[in-house]
């Protein structure tokens, strides 16, 4: 079964700097997708950035990047620039490309941008 | 479309009624996950169907939780018997994964479930 762990409980950064949370996972496929969701409090759960396992080139969508490191099954995601709306819950999320499998997440990382 | 909608959003039982939640996904979506998500932490997968087929349970589900998609469409969740560790927010989520395409799991606002 597909594992995915988040080592960082929490995490805190200045407005305007930038902050790296971190993702691995455990699995023997070859084919698959990893995503960054962001859960803001008492908000609803919404997609951030996603990753096709196929593809060399890092994700990136405006100040959200990835750092994929297949080999090393390992799935950052950098946050540039933070922001207070940045604050939330992240969680981190692999889908295997075979099908007939279950979305599985991390345990969560809760961030807070300080001003 | 508006999205995944989830009802009811709150939902407050005493220990050992029964207690159902419906979940409407994006229409175009086949298939749709059941996760618990306790505060502070990850969502737990429950459940999860591709199109009315349900095609796997989590093993830490016991036997008085039972799901449905009937069509292919809406799905409801009962507990049955529910216990104070019932309570946590039950999430619903949708998406296309038919080999062809897939798209991101895309998430309702949940059902808060307390049990007293």
């Known amino acids: 079964a597909q594992t995915v762990t988040q080592s960082q409980p929490e995490m805190s950064v200045q407005e305007a700097e930038t902050v790296t949370l971190s993702c691995t996972y455990d699995?023997?496929?070859?084919?698959?997708?990893l995503f960054w969701y962001k859960q803001p409090p008492s908000r609803q759960m919404i997609l951030v950035i996603r990753?096709?396992?196929?593809?060399?080139q890092n994700a990136t969508e405006n100040r959200f990047s990835v750092n994929f490191q297949k080999a090393a099954k390992s799935f950052s995601l950098k946050i540039s620039d933070s922001q207070l709306g940045d604050t939330a819950m992240y969680f981190c999320?692999?889908?295997?490309?075979?099908?007939?499998?279950?979305?599985?997440f991390g345990k969560g990382t809760r961030l807070s941008v300080i001003a | 479309d508006t999205g995944v909608s989830q009802d009811p959003r709150h939902k407050i039982t005493k220990r050992g009624q029964n207690v159902t939640f419906r979940c409407d996904p994006i229409s175009e979506h086949n298939r749709l996950y059941w996760y618990r998500q306790t505060l502070g932490q990850g969502p737990e997968f429950l459940t999860y169907?591709?199109?009315?087929?349900?095609?796997?349970k989590s093993r830490l589900l016991s036997d008085r939780f039972s799901a449905e998609r009937p069509k292919g469409s809406f799905s409801t969740l009962e507990i049955q018997r529910t216990e104070q560790g019932d309570s946590a927010m039950y999430l619903c989520a949708s998406s296309i994964d038919d080999r062809i395409s897939v798209t991101e799991a895309f998430f309702g606002q949940g059902t808060r479930l307390t049990v007293v």
């Open positions: 169907f591709q199109n009315e087929a349900q095609l796997e």
């Open positions: 699995t023997s496929e070859n084919n698959y997708y």
């Open positions: 999320a692999f889908l295997r490309y075979s099908g007939n499998t279950p979305l599985v």
């Open positions: 990753q096709e396992a196929y593809k060399q």
